[in-house]
């Protein structure tokens, strides 16, 4: 079973930064593909970054030039480096990953982990 196990969430001041670590298990395929996204309250859930296979990356407008997304040496986790944080971005954040699925691929998500930007 995949298993998306996040953490790295908290509270911090707008300025701050944090670090969310998101480790997959359950699984010896090849990732095609890690992500993050967030929810805030009364608000639809929307991609921040994702991290293609070949390393290619993307992000959104609002956290452009702000976060990063990388993996681990062990390639089975992902880390979104969330700096210069704004209230805004104050959401639930999950990980995703994107694996083989027969003929496919699929989706899973984690749990979330929260993250508070207030002083």
């Known amino acids: 079973q995949v298993r998306l196990l996040e953490s790295g969430g908290g509270l911090v001041q707008p300025g701050g930064s944090l670090r969310l670590s998101c480790a997959v298990s359950?699984?010896?395929?090849?990732?095609?593909?890690m992500g993050w996204y967030r929810q805030a309250p009364g608000r639809q859930r929307e991609l921040v970054a994702t991290?293609?296979?070949?390393?290619?990356?993307d992000f959104a407008d609002s956290v452009k030039g702000r976060f990063t997304i990388s993996r681990g040496d062990a390639k089975n986790t992902v880390y979104l480096q969330m700096n210069s944080l704004k209230p805004e971005d104050a959401a639930v954040y999950y990980c995703?990953?994107?694996?083989?699925?027969?003929?496919?691929?699929?989706?899973?998500w984690g749990q979330g982990t929260q993250v508070t930007v207030s002083s």
């Open positions: 991290l293609k296979s070949g390393g290619s990356t």
């Open positions: 359950g699984s010896d395929s090849s990732i095609d593909a």
């Open positions: 995703t990953v994107l694996l083989p699925y027969g003929a496919g691929l699929r989706t899973y």
